[in-house]
């Protein structure tokens, strides 16, 4: 059918499974796995991991780290994985709103890296959380 992936945490095994194809982003843009891919390492930049299995879509949010691609097994280890529904939205704005205040502001000493990081992580997570929300009002109708 097609190949094993595993994304893996610090904290936990994430997800493992075997499925068709999962899209990704590198650090040089987004990057579709199917199965009998040329072997690939690569790192990860924030993203959303979107897989696919027996057609179905699940998209998660994920930062940093790196993807390993062989024939037939895929594995992510990333510093942070989190399916729509374990975001907490109302931390992820408050995230979002420190970090355009510090950007916006710039005080003395701000480490603007780490607070473009800290926005784009929770622009992220809002974005993949929204998926979540538009998916349930589908099924709602």
Do not use: C, H
Request: glycine share 4%; charged share 40%.
């Amino acid at each position: 059918m097609g190949f094993q992936l595993e994304i893996v945490t610090p904290d936990r095994s994430f997800y493992s499974d075997e499925v068709e194809m999962v899209i990704l982003r590198g650090i040089e843009g987004d990057l579709a796995i199917l199965k009998n891919r040329a072997p690939l390492i690569t790192p990860l930049d924030i993203g959303k991991i979107r897989i696919v299995k027996d057609g179905k879509e699940k998209v998660a949010a994920v930062v940093d780290g790196y993807v390993t691609v062989s024939k037939n097994k895929t594995t992510v280890i990333t510093d942070s994985a989190e399916w729509p529904e374990e975001i907490n939205v109302e931390r992820a704005e408050e995230a979002k709103e420190r970090a355009e205040k510090r950007l916006r502001e710039k005080p003395e000493g701000l480490d603007i890296d780490r607070a473009e990081y800290a926005l784009k992580r929770a622009i992220n997570r809002l974005e993949v959380a929204n998926l979540k929300k538009i998916d349930d009002e589908k099924f709602n109708r």
